[in-house]
């Protein structure tokens, strides 16, 4: 049930954002920067819960709930939009692009932060995953620690611990499934190569 709910939030949003998609230069920078919104606080929840034991689901939801108010209006003041020449005319020339290939008027695919301060959505994606470990570590330093039993329940004792924790339960066991898996892909890997 979640996942349809999912599937139907997602869908509608892709149709209330198709619109501004002509926006960008090319469709591989909206594909670039679309996920940089959501990248980052998922990243950090992901490897720091994985790396550090003393995090903390608090410093999780906090996480994801900072990522996304950085995230979504970064994004929304550095979609592109039309701008008079002279407004963005300091960010051409901190660039060193010659006032000679512009014309007067308006110019079009303007971002903001990334053609207007000169930081690339990329780097602004680093920017944001620094801000979220930042909030990641200080929110779980501030909220009390998992207990051993909270943290034996999260994760395996050894690598293994999840191959040889229960009895084989037949054709549908998912370590079985997972190992045909694994043989089906290398002998396509050797078929195809």
């Known amino acids: 049930l979640i996942g349809r709910i999912t599937a139907c939030i997602v869908i509608l949003l892709a149709m209330i954002w198709s619109p501004y998609c002509e926006k960008f230069r090319n469709i591989f920078v909206v594909i670039n920067k679309v996920p940089m919104m959501f990248a980052p606080a998922i990243t950090t929840v992901f490897v720091l ?16 709930i900072a990522g996304l108010a950085i995230g979504l209006p970064y994004f929304l003041v550095d979609m592109p939009h039309t701008a008079a ?12 692009v010659g006032p000679e290939r512009i014309e007067n008027g308006m110019v079009a695919g303007y971002g903001i932060i990334t053609d207007g301060w000169g930081i690339p959505y990329m780097m602004a994606g680093l920017i944001l995953l620094c801000i979220c470990i930042v909030v990641y570590v200080v929110t779980s330093l501030l909220t009390p620690a998992p ?3 909270e943290l034996d ?26 190992g045909m898996l694994f043989v089906v892909m290398i002998v396509l890997y050797y078929l195809l190569r």
């Open 85 to 96: 020449v002279e407004d963005i005319r300091p960010a051409i020339d901190a660039l060193r």
């Open 49 to 64: 819960g994985v790396l550090w034991k003393r995090g903390t689901k608090q410093a999780a939801l906090a996480t994801f």
């Open 153 to 178: 329940k999260m994760g395996w004792k050894s690598p293994f611990h999840a191959i040889t924790s229960a009895e084989f339960t037949g054709i549908t066991d998912p370590r079985l499934m997972a």
């Open 147 to 149: 207990t051993a039993e």
